[in-house]
């Protein structure tokens, strides 16, 4: 499955950006798609995760932000982040993973975009 990445950019902190992911298989059954993010010098954090069953989970430092969602029918994953912080400053990854369930470790996705940075200004 490969899976690439749109959306980032510069946004002023407040502001909004939506990231896509297209998938070129489909991942609509049996598969965990996720965000992570990695900022310079910091470890690979996963951001939301979205499994086969629908069931979604954020991460803590999300606090109701960004919404992950999931066109089955164009095997594309969304982020939708508003209220962005300048702490948000990272590359954000699509990843993948087989399964029905969601593992959390990044070494459990077997699937990864090239990444899309999102730079956050104060």
């Known amino acids: 499955v490969k899976l690439v990445e749109s959306g980032g950019g510069s946004v002023q902190a407040g502001g909004s950006l939506s990231l896509s992911c297209v998938a070129s298989a489909d991942t609509s059954n049996y598969y965990c798609m996720a965000w992570f993010r990695q900022a310079p010098g910091k470890q690979r954090e996963r951001v939301a995760r979205i499994a086969s069953d629908g069931s979604i989970i954020y991460a803590d430092f999300v606090e109701g932000r960004f919404t992950i969602s999931k066109d089955n029918a164009k095997n594309i994953l969304t982020l939708q982040m508003n209220s962005l912080k300048p702490e948000d400053t990272a590359m954000y990854f699509c990843?993948?993973?087989?399964?029905?369930?969601?593992?959390?470790?990044?070494?459990?996705?077997?699937?990864w975009g090239q990444g899309t940075q999102v730079t956050v200004s104060s």
């Open positions: 990843a993948a993973h087989r399964g029905r369930h969601c593992n959390t470790l990044a070494t459990s996705f077997d699937y």
